[in-house]
C-alpha cells in the first residue's frame, strides 16, 4: 500500500512515496518551472505507483477554504504562471483518490508534531526562516486553518534600536519577513547569510526580531513547542540568541516550558514538509474509509 506526497516549492517540488509504515521507498526533487512543466513530470514520478491516498503542503497562499472556490488554488503569489492556478484540482484530475491540501509550513508542523521535535505532544508551531518566514500550527493534534491559513511570517515586530533598513516585504516593507527572512541580512550588509561571521552585529538584531515574533505566537496560541526550520536557523549560535532574547522579552511573564526544550531547530532536518504530507495523506485516506 503506498502514499504520495509533494512538497511544493517556489524553487523546487519534492515528490515522495512510502509504503503504509510511512517508509519513504522514493522520492525524487523537479525545478518549479511552469505549472504545465512542473506538473507533467510529477504526474511521470508518480504515475509509476498505484496511490491509496495523497498530501500536498504548497507554497502559498494558498485556497485551503473547501466552501470556497479558490480550494486548491495557488493565490497571490509572485511565483510567475502559477498565481491562481488550480494545483489541487490538477492533481486530483489525474489521480482519483483522497487527498490532503495544506501548506507547506503546516505540513511541516505536523510532519515535527507526529515524528519529529514534537512528538508525543498534541500542539506545535513550526516557523521557517529562509527566502521568506512562514509558519504552520498544529492545535489538539490538527492543523489550524479556518478562513484561509495563518501568515505568520508578515507580523508586525517592534523595530530595533539601531535598525533603519526599510524591509524587504513587496507588501508590509517592515513586517518580520521583512526585517529577517535571509534576503533582509544580504541587503543590509551585502553579504549572503550563510557568509556572515557569527559575530557580525546583524545577528542580534536578526534575534531580536524572531524572539520578538515567538513570543507573540507563545502569547497568543501557548503551544508545547516552538520548532525552528529553514536556511537562516543553519546558523546554530543564532538559536541561543534567539532563546536569550526570547527569555529577556518575555520577561517570566508566562510560564513556558524550559527555553532550551521550548525553542528548538527541526528534528526532521529539509524532511519536515514531505514526511508530514504523505502523514496527512494516510490520515486523509482513513477519514475516507480507504483504510480498514
Ligand atoms: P527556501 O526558503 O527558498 O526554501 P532556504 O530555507 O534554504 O530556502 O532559505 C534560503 C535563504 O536562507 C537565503 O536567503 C539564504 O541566503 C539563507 N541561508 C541559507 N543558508 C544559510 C546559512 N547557513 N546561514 C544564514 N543564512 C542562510
Ligand atoms: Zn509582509
Redesign the pocket.
Known sequence: MYFGAVEA???KMICAVADDQMTIIDQIAIPTTTPQETLAQIFVFFDRYSLVAMGVGSFGPIGVDPAKESYGYILATPKKGWTDFDFLGSLKERYKIPFAWTTDVNAAAYGELKQGAAKGKTSCIYL?V???IGAGVVVNGEIFQGNGHPEMGHIRVKRHPSDDYEGTCPYHGDCLEGLA???S??ARTGI???E?PEDHPIWGIQAYYIAQALMNYTLTLAPEKIILG???M??EHLLQKIRQQFTEQMAGYMETPEVNEYIVRWALPNQSGIIGSLLLGKDAANQKGFLV
Request: net charge neutral.
Open positions: 516549492g517556489g524553487t521557517t529562509g527566502t521568506g527572512a535571509g534576503p541580512l544580504e549572503k547569510g550563510q556572515l529553514g536556511g537562516v543553519n546558523q
